[in-house]
């Protein structure tokens, strides 16, 4: 079953912009991950936040996390045409998932020049 | 250099046939993974494997099989049992369970 759910499913910005990807889940976990997906390849880990961290940053890339109403959010500053990608979150949920990671559908991301 | 392994790029399947997916990793990492991704999908887990001679199903394992006999290898055989096999096939691994998976480059298999 899907743990994670992306919103919004499509996102259209122009170079320089900020994209803000969401992602809600339903059970308690350890850990929220999110990666990247450009198409037709495999996915690349971005950030990795625990349950007990609240924001993460890397480069241009900011994550919080919200355990109490159970979602995430994923920000990237200063977009490039290169950002354009698929971006997926993902659960670990310990015992509650039978210990393995659960993938959302993604966020199909479009950075135009 | 180091990193995830999959092969062939493209597969075609024929009715009736069994393929094995090819996934080898040079990272040392203890835990495998093999994701299927439909098109315009997130990733639904197959099978997993954490040790060495021990593997799990997964979400979707049904008309799978896999084998974990060496460290570096977890090859991913799609049976004829498998009757929607067309997907794109992602293996992945990681040094600690479920965290910070480095993934392959995946396998297209088409059924002919």
């Known amino acids: 079953s899907q743990q994670g759910e992306e919103d919004p499913q499509a996102l259209s910005i122009q170079e320089g912009e900020n994209a803000t990807m969401n992602c809600s889940y339903k059970?308690?976990?350890?850990?929220l991950q999110w990666y990247r997906q450009n198409s037709g390849r495999g996915l690349v880990h971005l950030i990795l936040?625990?349950?007990?961290?609240r924001e993460k940053h890397s480069g241009r890339l900011r994550v919080t996390l919200d355990t109490s109403k159970k979602s995430s959010s994923l920000l990237i500053t200063a977009s490039r045409a290169a950002d354009t990608a698929s971006y997926f979150c993902?659960?670990?949920?310990?015992?509650?998932?039978?210990?393995?990671?659960?993938f959302g559908e993604g966020t199909q991301l479009t950075v135009n020049p | 250099d180091g990193g995830i392994t999959q092969s062939p790029k493209y597969l075609f399947r024929k009715e009736g046939q069994n393929v094995t997916l090819s996934c080898e990793q040079n990272?040392?990492?203890?835990?495998m993974y093999w994701y299927r991704q439909d098109p315009g999908q997130g990733l639904r887990l197959i099978y997993y494997?954490?040790?060495?001679?021990?593997?799990q199903k997964g979400d979707i394992a049904e008309g799978y099989s896999v084998s974990r006999e060496k460290k570096e290898s977890f090859p991913l055989t799609v049976t004829s049992a498998q009757k929607n096999p067309t997907a794109f096939y992602l293996c992945?691994?990681?040094?600690?369970?479920?965290?910070?998976?480095?993934f392959g480059s995946g396998t297209q298999l088409s059924v002919l």
């Open positions: 990272l040392n990492h203890d835990a």
């Open positions: 993902a659960t670990d949920a310990g015992e509650t998932s039978g210990s393995r990671l659960t």
């Open positions: 936040i625990r349950s007990n961290e």
């Open positions: 494997s954490h040790i060495v001679n021990d593997f």
């Open positions: 992945a691994s990681s040094i600690f369970e479920n965290e910070k998976l480095f």
């Open positions: 059970t308690s976990i350890n850990n």
